[in-house]
């Protein structure tokens, strides 16, 4: 038994309750030298059905894991592979925009499947990815396969699926926050401000003028004004929810500190709807979800609170002065945002509990 067939075999075994002992797992990453592959590396390493890790770099081929990232040291990640990978069950891709997209179709050709957890399958329109990354799309003809890997809104549609567009850490936290509320009709849908904050981690491992220390340190400001990339991906999500289109506000802000995001939304709710309203929506939302938290009134979201873990925490009110839904959403840009949510993604698509390897809380203080 091999591949599907496999994988299938498994998926019964867990809803029988008898787990298999053996797994022969093979799981790939692509850029696995990066910020987001890195942190793949650290929930892979855990996952108890994991059972064979390739990691793959095309810079530095050949060299110890060790070696790129000494905390791992002792630990015996193994040897950088070149991207030329093998046959495996799944592939992670933690890659620059625009590089998964020419290689994917060759990965799925050969039943493997696939998690970017770049942009490149996240918009349904190539036409708006050329228009917001500055890049021909390299194979428009497998938009249509790609599913939106955000669980808690498509969990049915990406069971079993083989390619997954992991969603970006932003839309990730705005869309977590406002698509039940859009999706009952709760909120205004004119005059949506979604003010964000990110850690420099966001950026990545490699180094610009924009995000080295002196730049960042004690410092604080605006990015990507009215032109982040990210812009189109939210009004898509957000468009499906409220079943017309829309368009946000959108300003992403550079914080001076490592991992998290921190979220805060203005809305106008819709006559007659009040605070209690936008609460038992989230909550009949959310109850039964592992990985996002609607605090007790009155707390609000901080970045600590999700720091190193997959959690979401939500908080709102409506402001009695001005009528306006005021809304907070924090997540670590890295997990929930990347790694942690491409790792979930993989437990849907493979059929394991959705939480493997994704045990624990955040780092505190
Ligand atoms: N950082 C974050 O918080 C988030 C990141 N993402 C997305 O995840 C993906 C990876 O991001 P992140 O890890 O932050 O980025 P990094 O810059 O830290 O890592 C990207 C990795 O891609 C590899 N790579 C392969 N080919 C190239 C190339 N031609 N040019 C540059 N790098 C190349 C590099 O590894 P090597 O040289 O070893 O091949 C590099 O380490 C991106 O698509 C990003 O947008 C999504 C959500 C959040
Ligand atoms: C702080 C910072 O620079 N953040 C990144 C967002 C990272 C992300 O979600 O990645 P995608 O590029 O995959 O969409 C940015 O604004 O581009």
Request: hydrophobic share 40%; with cysteine; charged share 20%.
């Amino acid at each position: 038994m091999e591949g599907i067939e496999l994988l299938y075999e498994r998926m019964y075994n867990y809803e029988n309750e008898t787990r298999v002992e053996e797994m022969t797992m093979r799981v790939g990453v692509l850029g696995a030298t990066g910020y987001a592959g890195q942190e793949l590396v650290r929930l892979l390493r855990r996952h108890e059905e994991v059972a064979e890790l390739v990691l793959s770099s095309s810079s530095v081929a050949g060299q110890g894991y060790e070696e790129v990232y000494p905390h791992w040291n002792g630990q015996n990640i193994g040897i950088l592979q070149d991207e030329d990978v093998p046959d495996l069950d799944v592939l992670f891709c933690a890659l620059p925009h625009g590089l998964t997209a020419s290689r994917a179709r060759g990965f799925l050709d050969r039943k493997i499947k696939v998690i970017d957890l770049g942009a490149d399958f996240r918009l349904n329109s190539a036409q708006v990815y050329e228009e917001w990354y500055k890049l021909k799309h390299p194979d428009v003809d497998l938009l249509g396969q790609a599913v939106y890997g955000l669980p808690e809104l498509y969990r049915e549609k990406i069971k079993g699926q083989s390619l997954i567009a992991n969603p970006g850490c932003y839309p990730t936290a705005t869309l977590l926050a406002l698509v039940p509320l859009l999706k009952e009709q709760l909120l205004q849908t004119e005059m949506l401000v979604i003010d964000a904050k990110s850690g420099v981690s966001g950026a990545g491992r490699g180094v610009s003028l924009g995000n080295h220390f002196s730049e960042v340190n004690e410092n604080f400001k605006a990015y990507g004004v009215a032109s982040h990339r990210h812009t189109p991906e939210i009004e898509q999500e957000l468009s499906r929810a409220a079943g017309q289109p829309l368009t946000v506000s959108f300003t992403p802000h550079l914080v001076p500190m490592t991992r998290g995001m921190l979220i805060t939304i203005y809305a106008k709710v819709k006559e007659g709807i009040n605070e209690a309203d936008l609460r038992n929506c989230w909550l009949k939302h959310y109850a039964s979800e592992q990985f996002v938290h609607l605090l007790p009134q009155g707390t609000w979201p901080q970045t600590k609170f999700s720091s190193g873990s997959n959690h979401a925490f939500l908080q709102l009110t409506v402001d009695r002065r001005t009528g306006n839904a005021v809304i907070v959403s924090t997540i670590d840009n890295l997990m929930k945002g990347a790694a942690g949510q491409a790792v979930q993604n993989m437990n849907l698509v493979v059929g394991w509990p959705e939480e493997l390897g994704l045990s624990g809380t955040a780092l505190w203080p």
